[in-house]
């Protein structure tokens, strides 16, 4: 079991550039969820899919775009790349049983928007 | 708006020296409390999930509680192992909402 995985680890961009950074789970589970974390501001959704073919917006969802691509799989797409999203981006996922409310989490992507 | 407040932002002990950190909240409805450990450059990793008030749990050295308005985290005798960010978490509805964290330095 790997969990949740994420690609890339980090990431160097332009500002203007875009890119897609993507997260699978291999847990079966229902509910996916893009956090970012910076410095002093703690962890805050971005965007989440509580189900396949669902999404919806989070805390700070400006500037991002999701796509549930399936039951495994959630990209976070950054359409044109801001030197404020420099940041350190989670994907975790939760569903199943006892406990289901449990974000499970990947190891991040480390992003830098130049 | 939902809130969560923890304290202190860092905290140095020496080991064996036992401490309590805080996660105070203010939510409208609380369906679980989270606690994560976080070391650096890694995701949070899951410690505890509480549900009510009074309810407590246990892992190794840590011992989570849960009030109407705060849970600590409490370390028992810590190691240098110890040392990482810990969150915490409440769930008002469908998603959780993360406190800043502290940052627990334990050494030798």
């Known amino acids: 079991n790997a969990g949740v995985t994420q690609t890339p680890k980090f990431q160097v961009l332009k500002t203007g550039q875009s890119m897609t950074l993507q997260c699978a789970q291999d847990m079966n589970h229902n509910s996916m969820y893009w956090y970012r974390q910076d410095p002093g501001m703690g962890l805050r959704l971005i965007y989440y899919?509580?189900?396949?073919?669902?999404?919806d917006k989070g805390e700070v969802p400006n500037g991002y775009n999701v796509s549930r691509l399936n039951k495994r799989e959630f990209s976070l797409r950054l359409e044109s790349a801001a030197p404020s999203q420099t940041s350190v981006y989670f994907c975790?996922?939760?569903?199943?049983?006892?406990?289901?409310?449990?974000?499970?989490f990947g190891p991040g992507t480390r992003l830098t928007v130049l | 708006e939902d809130q969560v407040t923890q304290s202190p932002e860092a905290l140095r002990l020496q080991e064996g020296e036992s401490s309590s950190l805080n996660c105070s909240y203010t939510?409208?409805?609380?369906?679980?409390l989270f606690w994560y450990r976080q070391d650096p450059g890694k995701g949070p990793e899951f410690l505890f999930t509480l549900y009510s008030a009074g309810e407590e749990k246990e892992k190794e050295r840590l011992k989570a509680t849960l009030t109407k308005k705060e849970s600590f985290l409490h370390i028992t005798a810590p190691k240098p192992e110890d040392s990482a960010t810990y969150l915490c978490a409440v769930q008002p509805r469908s998603t959780l909402t993360f406190g800043k964290g502290t940052m627990l330095l334990v050494s030798p």
């Open positions: 939510v409208s409805g609380l369906r679980g």
């Open positions: 899919s509580a189900s396949e073919g669902t999404t």
């Open positions: 975790a996922s939760s569903g199943g049983g006892q406990g289901k409310n449990t974000l499970y």
